[in-house]
């Protein structure tokens, strides 16, 4: 059953599929579009380079693709087990210390309407009913940045380019909403992962 497809039913408007190989120049082109800003501002911004990331990064065992109303479209993000070492790799298995989220990106046209912090919401949901930390990083000056320190993120560390966040179990506003598709997306990523899958109760 592809349970990436079954829509929250607290929230209608928006579903997670899993991502396929053939979706990653859209999302490439997306990462380019929403990252542009930022990475101008900070004088880094590469139009190759920063669609070459994503495809070198890209892990479609761990990347969800968010679609809209009417099934368009609308974005992605990738929750990845975290080795023990505290990168990042995708290891996952026992060894695995907790979450690394990375490549969120919506599309500017469903930018400001809530959709971000639901998504966000029903991952963090999952994370937190398993008891673990889930790690991100955003680059200086990121309007994003707002949203994870409102759901519990808190700074790690810091270099000129990149805020490396981190936020434990519970902390800030991160559960109650969208449990139907948190319990999706945790449990698909873990089974094709081999990870402990972060199980959320039914809500009534």
């Not at 590469?46 to 892990?59: E, W």
């Not at 990845?80 to 990042?88: K, S």
């Given at each position: 059953m592809n349970i990436h497809a079954v829509v929250s039913p607290t929230s209608p408007l928006w579903a997670l599929r899993p991502a396929e190989e053939a979706d990653i120049e859209a999302i490439a082109e997306l990462?380019?579009?929403?990252?542009?800003?930022?990475?101008?501002?900070?004088?880094?911004?590469?139009?190759?380079?920063?669609?070459?990331?994503?495809?070198?990064?890209?892990?479609?065992?761990?990347?969800?693709?968010?679609?809209?109303?009417?099934?368009?479209?609308?974005?992605?993000?990738?929750?990845?087990?975290?080795?023990?070492?505290?990168?990042?790799?995708?290891?996952?298995?026992?060894?695995?210390?907790?979450?690394?989220?990375?490549h969120f990106y919506l599309s500017p046209a469903v930018q400001g309407r809530g959709l971000g912090t639901a998504v966000l919401r029903s991952l963090l949901a999952a994370t937190d009913a398993a008891g673990a930390p889930v790690r991100l990083d955003v680059v200086q000056g990121s309007r994003a940045r707002r949203l994870y320190e409102r759901h519990g993120f808190t700074v790690e560390r810091e270099d000129p380019i990149d805020v490396y966040m981190v936020r434990s179990p519970g902390a800030g506003g991160g559960a109650g909403t969208g449990t139907a598709t948190a319990t999706a997306t945790a449990t698909a990523t873990a089974t094709r992962t081999g990870a402990a899958a972060p199980s959320v109760p039914s809500v009534p």
């Open positions: 990462r380019a579009t929403v990252m542009r800003p930022d990475l101008e501002r900070l004088g880094r911004f590469d139009a190759h380079r920063v669609r070459q990331r994503l495809r070198d990064s890209f892990a479609p065992g761990h990347t969800s693709v968010v679609l809209g109303p009417e099934g368009a479209f609308a974005g992605c993000v990738t929750l990845r087990p975290q080795g023990g070492d505290g990168v990042g790799d995708g290891t996952g298995g026992e060894g695995a210390s907790g979450w690394w989220l990375e």
